[in-house]
């Protein structure tokens, strides 16, 4: 079975969800968010794995990192500049063990390097220096209420300080298990702190963040609100932090490089998505998985350096890279799925007759959904299509490769309403987009060359042509039946049930590669170049 999110992709990837940037190369570093928008964090907690202490700083637009300070602290975190509590090892809102304020005393003296205000912080109970859109200043302590602030100021003597708070911009940097301020960072509009582990470059750094460990750096960007965490990267260590999360990482290597292949080439493609939120991907399936290196193992890693810089090409640029967990036996075309004016040429169906090796040994490789009638009734009402009791439900057009391209349901007072395969996957929860369509307490009647045999279904059917080739069925054939002539993969077999079966085989979208079909293609011995060009129509490798 396919670990973790190599399901979960192929069941949720869509090209509604995301807008793609054909034929431009990715950049060398991509900014990949970990939590943001409803998952944004009060705190974010760090904890060196490889390498010792963290530069703080900002990333300019390049992504070059440019250092204003440094601590040697090990386990470090960064939270809002509101009120909040160290709870479970995590800061958040609300009650908890530890409280860090967010008010402060600062003194008057300005300074021009983190350097002079650590210095000065340093003679200061609780001082910390403070870097306010580019200049330094040395604040004191972590206050709950203003009133609190003043009386710490009576305390401590500091009668030259001023009670201050922050902006909505700001964050700051404490100890994690103590919470003191080591570090605050208010940037405006205009900045927003990075962190770079380590304390210098003499190695490559590893850090745990939520559970998790990464490569990399880390920004934090906040507007108010909670912080928006991000993963400031090389390409190559993110597509190691992709693969394991995208492909068991016990397959076959071939398989695990054309994995590397097309989530680095699909990385390309990705423009603009999350833009707004000053990113470039997000972590999970709504993009790529990726969860840094917890599953990473020295052949997942062999399989991205063996790889490395290497993208599917159609017409010499990055192709759109599709894929989903299985095929259930025949890919289809983009533009049956998703979007009928997609310029993908790359991204034709076709017949996979690789996947059938291991078709036993994948969980619910077949399988079937009964929706009921009324429920199919409720869906359309709910999606605002005037509908009355559905009487009828039927395949009306095959793709080329047997898959549906048109679903029709039909109602009591004759109106018919017809959908796309996607759609009705999302609507019922069905595993791919290879299905059949019965129900009823009938059965479909397909007759066979004259003869009184009889067909089920002829999803996937083959004809002879007149030149004695065998292809599959195109376009819209008619067949004729024991009550007249009828679109072939049709049924009228539902209107005497309550209910409608739909019946099919693999699991996700069916555009693009199956990654069990690519692990059947590796095990019979061919390498990730013949995978990649089978899947993709017309591509090169490199």
């Not at 002539?485 to 049930?497: A, D, Q, R, V, Y």
Request: charged letters at 15%.
């Amino acid at each position: 079975m396919i670990r973790f999110a190599a399901v979960l992709l192929a069941a949720a990837l869509c090209i509604g969800c995301v807008t793609f940037a054909a034929g431009s190369e990715t950049k060398e570093t991509l900014r990949v968010g970990l939590f943001y928008g409803s998952t944004a964090l009060p705190g974010a907690n760090l904890e060196n794995s490889v390498g010792s202490g963290y530069r703080f700083g900002w990333y300019d637009d390049d992504l070059t990192f440019h250092q204003l300070g440094s601590s040697s602290e090990t386990q470090i975190s960064v939270v809002k500049t509101q009120n909040v509590t160290l709870s479970g090892g995590n800061y958040v809102d609300g009650t908890g063990s530890v409280t860090v304020g967010c008010f402060h005393l600062q003194l008057p003296t300005s300074y021009a390097t983190f350097e002079e205000a650590q210095a000065a912080a340093s003679t200061v109970s609780n001082g910390f220096p403070a870097w306010v859109e580019g200049t330094y200043y040395v604040r004191v302590g972590a206050y709950t209420s203003k009133e609190e602030a003043l009386s710490a100021q009576t305390a401590l003597g500091l009668s030259n300080a001023t009670v201050v708070g922050t902006s909505g911009y700001a964050v700051t940097v404490v100890v994690t298990k103590t919470g003191k301020p080591i570090f605050q960072f208010d940037g405006g509009q205009g900045y927003s702190l990075g962190i770079q582990p380590g304390l210098d470059d003499s190695v490559k750094t590893v850090t745990w963040f939520k559970g998790y460990r990464y490569y990399g750096g880390f920004q934090y960007r906040r507007s108010g609100g909670n912080i928006t965490v991000i993963n400031i990267v090389d390409l190559e260590d993110y597509i190691k932090g992709v693969l394991p999360y995208e492909m068991n990482n016990t397959w076959p290597l071939e398989a695990l490089k054309a994995q590397a292949v097309c989530a680095r080439t699909y990385a390309a493609t990705i423009s603009s998505s999350h833009a707004s939120s000053g990113f470039d991907v997000c972590n999970n399936t709504h993009c790529q998985m990726y969860q840094g290196l917890n599953l990473a193992n020295d052949r997942t890693d062999q399989a991205v350096e063996e790889t490395a810089g290497e993208y599917v090409r159609y017409q010499g640029k990055p192709a759109v890279t599709y894929y989903s967990a299985s095929d259930g036996g025949a890919t289809e075309d983009v533009r049956n799925i998703w979007d009928s004016t997609a310029n993908l040429p790359h991204l034709k169906g076709g017949i996979d007759p690789y996947e059938a090796d291991l078709a036993d040994s994948i969980s619910q490789y077949n399988w079937s959904v009964t929706v009921s009638k009324s429920e199919i009734a409720s869906k359309l009402q709910s999606k605002g299509y005037n509908c009355g009791t559905i009487v009828d439900a039927y395949v009306a057009e095959l793709s080329e490769t047997g898959n549906p391209k048109t679903v029709t349901f039909v109602d009591s007072n004759g109106k018919k309403w017809s959908f796309g395969p996607e759609t009705l996957r999302i609507w019922f929860s069905l595993r791919s987009n290879r299905f059949t369509v019965g129900g009823g307490s009938g059965s479909n009647s397909y007759y066979v060359n004259g003869t009184s045999d009889t067909l089920s279904s002829v999803s996937g059917a083959y004809v002879v042509n007149g030149d004695g080739t065998v292809s599959a069925i195109s376009g819209t054939p008619y067949v004729a039946t024991s009550s007249g002539t009828e679109i072939l993969g049709s049924s009228s077999s539902t209107s005497s049930g309550s209910s409608v079966t739909f019946t099919g085989s693999g699991y996700g979208h069916n555009v693009g590669m199956s990654q069990q079909g690519a692990r059947a293609m590796a095990l019979r011995g061919m390498d990730y170049i013949d995978i990649l060009t089978f899947y993709f129509t017309d591509v090169t490798v490199g």
